[in-house]
């Protein structure tokens, strides 16, 4: 059995199913829309190959600028209050001796709820007339606010759902880190005098930075390819205000006059920013060893 | 010995896993396609067929065809409950047929599911579908569609039809108008009476009404903007009014250019109407559906919507304690407005488009299917029930018939004008109606102006 194992052509028969697979689902799909990306393919007629025009017009549309702009927005969200709340929690939830497993689920649940749902649950939370958050506002007399219908609203109710959604599964993931911790420098540290704060500061969370490091990559990912509680909620609107790269992509390349040539292009920009992006994140912070 | 065995064994075993998932099920398709010449060889399946009352002696195969309908919700429960019937009918005339229903959201199946089917040459049998240059006559040139106009010949229909236009093109049919419409204004009676208006007859009653509600509290014009067609409904019909009828299709062809100063004074009407707060506060984040609920709720006095909502009017799980309070006028004319200023809107632009890929056992039901929706009956159902104008002509005496008053309202605002103009978004190309969605909702929220949103739409429309 070990003899035949060592042939290699025997490799090469198991694996052409998995190769097949993988390039009928991954490397066509990949390839041909690398090339769709260069066509005015619109989906009814014969594709053109038109060079960069795709690119052209999709840069020079102020819209996706203010796109791009906005997903710059999510990832400095992510970075700047979502990662450090999320320490904070999971700090929070590790030193809590009792029920703490009810927190853990508590925080861990909007993560398993269907955007759809939290979308209509959020829509419902934000209805101008009816929603408890403006009728809380009202018992102080303050007007009821638009909430997804002013561009001064919409982008930051879009960016607090989004967190809410995901906190929890960060949350969890920093917590097993945390827990996973031996307890004995902590120990040492408050016999020496040590508080609370300098103990989470000084200790642990240099001791977690792996995992923050994963979390602030995965937070930067997210943000890049964040689409679906926008569509949800406002549809990129009201007038651009929430539009990000995916959901301008999913405008252009469906909808009124779909052009599945500019759609396939934008989701070539989308790959390379993320790629970038992660890219230098790792290169540069996300460095976990000299 | 062993080793060629298994080498033998794993050859069969990987070759069987490709060649199965390297399948298709053509030849299923090849014997569904093929099945009406096999019919009398397969008693056993025939009688699990659902026209087991036929009486005819050979036993038919089963077959289905796909329907896409967008009657979903209550506001679409009598134009349901019509095309149950006619599917039930068609059924009933086409010897192992069976219709699969499915129900999508309109703006979901016109603007999400149809394009995406189209692009891969799959569309349902018979589905739902818009006129005009971005959906049915694009798809009609791109060869996805069935042209009608034979089967309309071969059951008579061809002079039946009251207009054709937005389905029709180089003498090619590429969809049947399920019925007509115009758009206008619906408002609350009572709450008019209770604050001494009257049904507005010029431009300066409309906008008195509307500053009176507005004074008192109320929405003068429910609006619900975050479906940008919903706001475009009514800067059309102020286009209509101001640029004058003709120019609808004149802004397609290029007649009429879109920063022409009647055209830029239709934008500026409508801004000027935002200005005042006379639309839906907040208006860029309520749903199409949402209008209706403001204005059914008494919280809006007024509401400009097509006439297809006429039927909510009537039922009280609808309306509520609107019921039968609400009546409907046309634009007013607008001072210094172009043209025959009695025109009105009118659409025969929504109706059913088929797949050109259909084989024929699919286009007799086809055929059963619009001989059963576009006939008499159904068509004065239609009226009737649903509140919906007839697409095909009926008898002088069908209108009689209409006791709805909402209905007979708009028969008789229709009756009463010069002509009809149709709805830019069905003359215009693709691209300008995308930028014209984009380009009032700027207007809306004053990131343009009514001249920069002309310029833009023009310098979109020079591209063409």
């Given at each position: 059995m070990n003899r035949i194992l060592r042939n290699p052509w025997i490799y090469s028969i198991m694996i052409i199913p998995t190769l097949a697979l993988y390039t009928l689902f991954f490397i066509y799909p990949m390839a041909t829309s690398s090339y769709y990306a260069f066509t005015d393919w619109n989906g009814l007629n014969q594709a053109s190959f038109v060079g960069l025009d795709n690119f052209i017009r999709v840069f020079s549309d102020k819209d996706f600028i203010n796109a791009i702009y906005n997903n710059f927005i999510f990832i400095g969200f992510s970075i700047f209050i979502q990662v450090p709340l999320i320490i904070l929690f999971a700090l929070l939830i590790s030193s809590v001796k009792r029920f703490q497993g009810i927190y853990k689920t508590t925080v861990f649940i909007p993560s398993i709820l269907s955007t759809s749902v939290i979308g209509i649950l959020w829509g419902f939370i934000l209805h101008p007339n009816i929603g408890p958050v403006n009728q809380f506002l009202s018992l102080f007399g303050i007007e009821p606010i638009f909430w997804l219908a002013e561009s001064k609203w919409a982008m930051v109710s879009i960016l607090v759902v989004n967190a809410w959604q995901w906190m929890g599964f960060y949350i969890v993931l920093v917590l097993a880190a945390i827990l996973a911790l031996p307890k004995e420098m902590n120990e040492a540290a408050e016999i020496d005098g040590a508080t609370g704060i300098q103990r989470a500061l000084y200790i642990t969370v240099p001791l977690i930075k792996p995992i923050i490091s994963v979390v602030v990559m995965l937070s930067i990912a997210g943000a890049m390819r964040v689409v679906d509680i926008v569509l949800v909620m406002t549809k990129g609107g009201p007038v651009g205000a929430t539009e990000v790269m995916a959901s301008y992509l999913v405008n252009e390349a469906m909808g009124?006059?779909?052009?599945y040539g500019v759609g396939t292009a934008i989701s070539l920009i989308i790959f390379a920013f993320a790629l970038v992006l992660t890219g230098i994140y790792q290169a540069t912070f996300g460095k976990t060893k000299e | 010995m062993k080793k060629v065995l298994l080498t033998v064994i794993m050859l069969v075993l990987v070759s069987t896993a490709v060649l199965t998932a390297c399948g298709s099920n053509s030849s299923n398709n090849q014997s569904n396609s093929n099945n009406s010449n096999k019919s009398s060889n397969n008693s056993s399946k025939a009688?699990?067929?659902?026209?087991?009352?036929?009486?005819?002696?050979e036993k038919v195969e089963p077959f289905t065809i796909s329907l896409r309908h967008t009657q979903i919700g209550e506001s679409q429960k009598f134009r349901k409950a019509i095309l149950d019937d006619v599917v039930a009918k068609t059924e009933g005339d086409v010897p192992g047929l069976t219709i699969e229903l499915e129900g999508v959201e309109d703006e979901v199946n016109r603007f999400t599911k149809l394009p995406a089917e189209m692009a891969a040459g799959n569309p349902p049998m018979i589905f739902d579908i818009f006129g005009g240059e971005g959906d049915a006559l694009k798809y009609g040139e791109a060869g996805r569609l069935l042209d009608v106009a034979p089967i309309l010949d071969e059951l008579g229909l061809?002079?039946?039809?009251?207009?054709l236009d937005q389905f029709t093109v180089d003498g090619k049919v590429y969809g049947l108008p399920i019925g007509g419409n115009t758009e206008g204004f619906f408002y609350n009676e009572e709450l008019f009476a209770q604050l001494g208006l009257s049904e507005p007859t010029t431009l300066a009653e409309l906008e008195n009404a509307a500053q009176v509600l507005t004074d008192n509290g109320y929405t003068a014009f429910a609006m619900?903007?975050?479906?940008?067609w919903v706001p475009l409904m009514l800067v059309n019909t102020l286009i209509g009014r101001y640029a004058g009828p003709e120019a609808i299709n004149g802004l397609a062809s290029g007649d009429v250019k879109w920063n022409s100063p009647e055209v830029i004074a239709a934008f500026t009407k409508y801004s000027e109407w935002v200005e005042k707060g006379y639309?839906?506060?907040?208006?860029?984040?309520?749903e199409y559906a949402d209008m209706l609920n403001e204005f059914v709720t008494g919280k809006a006095g007024m509401m400009f919507d097509g006439s297809w909502r006429a039927s909510v009017f009537k039922d009280e799980t609808q309306a509520g304690a609107l019921t039968n309070k609400v009546s409907f006028f046309p634009m007013p004319a607008v001072d210094g407005g172009k043209g025959d200023q009695t025109y009105v809107n009118g659409n025969y632009s929504n109706g059913y488009g088929f797949s050109s890929n259909l084989n024929e056992q699919q286009l007799v039901a086809v055929k059963a299917f619009i001989k059963n929706m576009y006939s008499d009956e159904m068509q004065l159902r239609g009226l009737l029930e649903d509140g919906v104008l007839p697409s095909i002509k009926l008898s002088g005496d069908a209108t009689s018939k209409v006791e709805d008053k909402v209905v007979n309202k708009v028969i008789q605002v229709m009756g009463k004008s010069g002509g009809a103009f149709s709805h830019f978004d069905s003359t215009v190309k693709s691209e300008v109606y995308k930028e014209s969605e984009d380009a009032i909702l700027k207007l809306i929220t004053k990131h343009e102006t009514p001249q920069s949103v002309a310029d833009i739409l023009q310098a979109v429309q020079d591209r063409q």
């Open positions: 009124v006059n779909p052009s | 009688t699990t067929g659902p026209d087991n009352s036929a009486p005819s002696e061809s002079d039946k039809f009251l207009n619900g903007s975050k479906g940008a639309f839906t506060k907040g208006e860029l984040g309520f």
